[in-house]
């Protein structure tokens, strides 16, 4: 006779299998045929890339920079999202031309370099608007990394994990992203496995909070 725990037992042990197949799935039988890299080095420094402006759900224009950074992981640019004392909570630029994709994998370089209220730079995935997408968060002034979805006027934050994140020092952040789900990366490390099936489709994009200040380069998106 099944108890109520072995019942929950058996559908914890299927949801671990779907999961790890998704993944698999997308890592492994959906090779990436498209390539995209943002890497900001033919932009000058010290201004917005054209078209970025109207990406931004900043209301305060330029705030998304691209600056030069001798420790640029590919010199000599990267984008800045400068700190800021407005009351916005998260700043998300997107980017124009990423395509949308059932099955991706995302990948950027980051380096947090300051923040008072918060210490938190992200990878939007999935984006619809600005009410509706994930956030692949790296914080640390927590140590803590995080699968937000972001619906509105709430950021969810279902899937976390303690881990050190050092301030002013490159990490990378990579999401496998497939139908079933999203896994979730942090210098090369799997962390996350999230079972979500939510904004099938949307484009990808830059995210910190508060007034966090932080470096982005080599921004690179695999598809099918």
């Known amino acids: 006779m099944w108890t109520r725990k072995k019942r929950y037992t058996l559908i914890g042990i299927i949801a671990i299998i779907g999961i790890s197949?998704?993944?698999?799935?997308?890592?492994?039988n959906f090779p990436w045929?498209?390539?995209?890299?943002?890497?900001?080095?033919?932009?000058?420094?010290?201004?917005?890339?054209?078209?970025?402006?109207?990406?931004?759900?900043?209301?305060?224009?330029?705030?998304?920079?691209?600056?030069?950074d001798d420790s640029a992981p590919s010199p000599p640019n990267v984008l800045v999202k400068l700190p800021t004392d407005d009351n916005v909570v998260y700043h998300l630029q997107i980017i124009p031309d990423s395509p949308t994709s059932s099955f991706e994998e995302v990948t950027v370089k980051f380096k947090i370099i300051s923040g008072q209220e918060a210490q938190a730079a992200g990878l939007v995935l999935r984006f619809v608007d600005k009410d509706h997408y994930f956030v692949l968060m790296a914080d640390a002034?927590?140590?803590?990394?995080?699968?937000?979805?972001?619906?509105?006027?709430?950021?969810?934050?279902?899937?976390?994990?303690?881990t050190p994140i050092s301030i002013g020092q490159w990490h990378t952040m990579k999401a496998n992203v497939s139908p079933e789900g999203i896994g979730g990366y942090l210098d090369d490390k799997l962390l996350i496995r999230a079972n979500n099936q939510a904004y099938q489709n949307g484009q990808i994009g830059l995210w910190t909070k508060n007034d966090t200040e932080a470096y982005f380069d080599d921004l690179k998106l695999d598809y099918s």
């Open 21 to 28: 197949i998704a993944f698999y799935e997308a890592q492994v």
């Open 141 to 162: 002034m927590n140590n803590l990394f995080s699968l937000c979805k972001d619906e509105p006027g709430y950021l969810i934050c279902n899937y976390e994990r303690q």
């Open 33 to 68: 045929k498209n390539s995209k890299v943002w890497n900001f080095d033919f932009y000058p420094a010290n201004t917005v890339p054209p078209n970025f402006a109207a990406w931004q759900t900043d209301t305060t224009p330029g705030l998304w920079v691209v600056k030069a």
